[in-house]
């Protein structure tokens, strides 16, 4: 064997499990055919947050007289923008560098493909450098991530161009004077929210009735509205059927209630969901599963291959970096014979536009679908003492419980540094904390985490400040 463990590809899901075998005693190695961290903190997480961080600077600027701040001028260097994205992603890369040396796990660049071998498959890697390497391990854990679906059939594929993925959309030259944003998940939206903050015009083409279809439908709606008043455009319950270019534009013909109608803009950006890096892995070789361009996993990552494990995006939703890392640890534990708690755990999600948008657990609509009697409370930000200080009286923070057992089961807030917050509900919703004791439990003064405590009061018809 030339190792106990070999991780096949190095984003949030594949190099937080290399460490957490390197910790377990394991010899690890990970293959990545591209740049340490992944997408996450290459192409996706960590440098979007930087534009968005850049794009809300600027957008603030336009508001600093409420705060009695004079500006003269605001403008922005699109390319220090763009500069400033790519500086924090290569920080990050070359820290994850740095952990694989610190935890001795040996980096092998190139990209792997699985042939069957001793025991687990055996990994045969087409070398950066040149030649190939073939190495044997005892485990092997695919964490190859996932890339942006793409509909080529109809045009919803990048040209280089005029047609933007998420890449694309992280390094042009300048900002589209106008933009359409096709499907209105985390992507579009930060998308969306980014361009916007920086002045363009923008449009985004939902095909379902409403915004962030998967939020609860309080904060869609409210998402929206905030949205709208940023002069962000929407179409909702409306479908791209073709989407054709020119070399001033795109042309985008969609279907809305029976009608087509067509929209015009310099660039579009597909944000239609992802799909799984299944391919040219060797996986039909070797019998593994694959639904919908993911592995089929049992729940601790096994593909039913011997010695062949799955997590984070490529083993399926939800597509989360923080999903990927938990579901590899849990992987290797597993394998180290730990027995690490079912993967059971609440999964946050969290949108970083203008407002912010985060959630964990059921929302209204899931936990009537499953015919709990629940209790509801909610609190608006324009309340706060803080948000009122800060001037950021967007949003409210949502809370559902089961009303048997008064336990916490979902969790929906939108408004300023609410992705900030949720960590709060998410640890409540893991420890299957009850309304009383998140009662019981002071929160500081002031912040606006005072809304998650009176949102829970007003579950219980006990809110002190409305
Ligand atoms: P998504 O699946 O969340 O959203 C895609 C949207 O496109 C859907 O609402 C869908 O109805 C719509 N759509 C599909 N086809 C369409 C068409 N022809 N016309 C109009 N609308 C259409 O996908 P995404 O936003 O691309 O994100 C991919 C994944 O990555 C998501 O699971 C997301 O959670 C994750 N992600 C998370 C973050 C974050 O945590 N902040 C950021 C980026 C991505």
Redesign the pocket.
């Known amino acids: 064997m030339d190792f106990d463990v070999i991780v096949i590809g190095s984003g949030p899901g594949g190099y937080v499990t290399a460490i957490r075998a390197s910790q377990l005693g394991f010899k690890t190695a990970i293959v990545e055919r591209e740049a340490l961290g992944g997408i996450c903190l290459n192409w996706?997480?960590i440098p979007?947050k930087a534009l968005l961080k850049s794009g809300e600077a600027y957008e603030n600027l336009s508001h600093l007289s409420d705060y009695g701040v004079k500006v003269e001028k605001a403008s922005f260097d699109f390319s220090k923008v763009i500069e400033r994205s790519r500086k924090v992603a290569g920080q990050l890369n070359a820290g994850v560098a740095f952990l694989m040396k610190k935890h001795k796990i040996e980096v092998i660049e190139g990209i792997a493909k699985l042939e069957k071998g001793q025991g687990a498959p055996k990994v045969v890697v087409a070398l950066k450098a040149g030649g190939s390497r073939s190495a044997q391990a005892k485990h092997v854990i695919l964490a190859t991530g996932?890339r942006?679906?793409t509909?080529p059939a109809?045009g919803?594929a990048p040209d280089g161009e005029r047609v933007w993925t998420?890449r694309e959309a992280m390094v042009p030259k300048t900002t589209p004077k106008t933009l359409v944003v096709?499907?209105?998940?985390?992507?579009?939206?930060?998308f969306a929210s980014f361009y916007r903050a920086l002045g363009s015009e923008v449009t985004v083409?939902?095909?379902?009735p409403r915004?962030?279809?998967?939020e609860d439908e309080e904060v869609s709606k409210a998402a929206h509205k905030a949205f709208e008043k940023r002069g962000l455009k929407f179409r909702v319950g409306?479908?791209?059927?073709k989407l054709t270019t020119s070399r001033t534009g795109v042309s985008i013909e969609?279907e809305a209630g029976g009608k087509t109608e067509t929209l015009a803009a310099d660039v579009a950006i597909v944000?239609?969901?992802?799909a799984g890096n299944v391919e040219d892995l060797g996986l039909e070789g070797l019998g593994v599963k694959i639904e919908k361009s993911h592995v089929v996993t049992d729940g601790h990552g096994g593909t039913g291959v011997a010695g062949l494990y799955a997590i984070g995006d490529v083993a399926g939703?939800?597509?989360?970096?923080h999903k990927a890392s938990h579901e590899g640890v849990h992987c290797i534990e597993h394998i180290a014979g730990l027995k690490p708690a079912n993967l059971t755990s609440p999964i946050p999600?969290?949108?970083?536009s203008n407002p912010q948008i985060a959630s964990v657990g059921l929302t209204e609509a899931q936990a009537k679908e499953q015919g709990l009697a629940i209790k509801v409370g909610r609190f608006p930000f324009r309340v706060n003492g803080k948000a009122i200080a800060s001037g950021e009286l967007e949003g409210f923070v949502k809370t559902v419980f089961d009303e048997k057992t008064g336990a916490l089961i979902g969790a929906h807030l939108i408004g300023a540094e609410v992705t900030e917050m949720i960590q709060g509900f998410t640890l409540a919703i893991t420890l299957e904390a009850t309304e009383a004791e998140l009662m019981a439990t002071v929160f500081p003064h002031p912040t606006m985490s005072e809304a998650m405590h009176e949102s829970v009061l007003d579950a219980y018809g006990r809110v002190l400040h409305i």
Not at 205 to 208: D, G, R, T, W
Not at 211 to 214: G, M, Q, R, S, T
Not at 349 to 352: D, S
């Open positions: 996706g997480c979007t996932a942006a679906r509909i109809i919803l998420y096709i499907g209105s998940g985390a992507i579009g939206i930060e083409v939902e095909a379902l915004i962030l279809p998967v409306a479908s791209v059927k969609l944000a239609v969901g992802i939703p939800p597509w989360l970096a999600g969290c949108t970083y």
